[in-house]
């Protein structure tokens, strides 16, 4: 597993984590960072504080995409993934699309239902094709 797929994996942790434990993120991020067990890396830290910063925005497209499905409806790691692959897909362009949306379908078919790796691609795919049109 590379680097970036492990900081992927523990920014969706910390998000599923915070969400779970309706602590905030951001606090949760810090207590990870003092107290450096298990470590976390810097594009984790990076991809965590990036969804934090576009959260409203990442929800009103996943909102606005997901073609009869609330944000309330879906899975807890589902959204979580979601809303780091969107994060990934709209702010980090250094990252390749396909690589995104790619790790994001592998997190949903590993951490979530069994529906949810072709929900994630489908949403996924959709964000990139209005990715153009997309203001940020």
Not at 19 to 29: C, I, S
Not at 32 to 50: C, S, W
Not at 67 to 81: C, F, H, I, T
Request: net charge negative; glycine share 6%.
């Amino acid at each position: 597993m590379s680097a970036r797929s492990k900081a992927r994996k523990r920014a969706l942790d910390l998000l599923f984590e915070a969400e779970q434990r309706g602590v905030d993120v951001q606090e949760l991020l810090a207590s990870r960072l003092a107290a450096a067990e298990p470590p976390v890396n810097e594009y984790a830290v990076e991809l965590v504080e990036g969804v934090v910063a576009h959260r409203d925005r990442i929800d009103e497209l996943l909102t606005t995409y997901s073609q009869g499905w609330s944000l309330d409806r879906m899975p807890a790691v589902d959204r979580a993934v979601l809303r780091l692959g969107t994060y990934e897909l709209l702010w980090q362009d250094e990252v390749p699309d396909a690589v995104v949306i790619n790790e994001a379908v592998q997190l949903a078919g590993q951490l979530s239902t069994d529906e949810s790796p072709g929900f994630v691609n489908g949403l996924l795919a959709r964000l990139l094709a209005l990715k153009p049109c997309l203001t940020r």
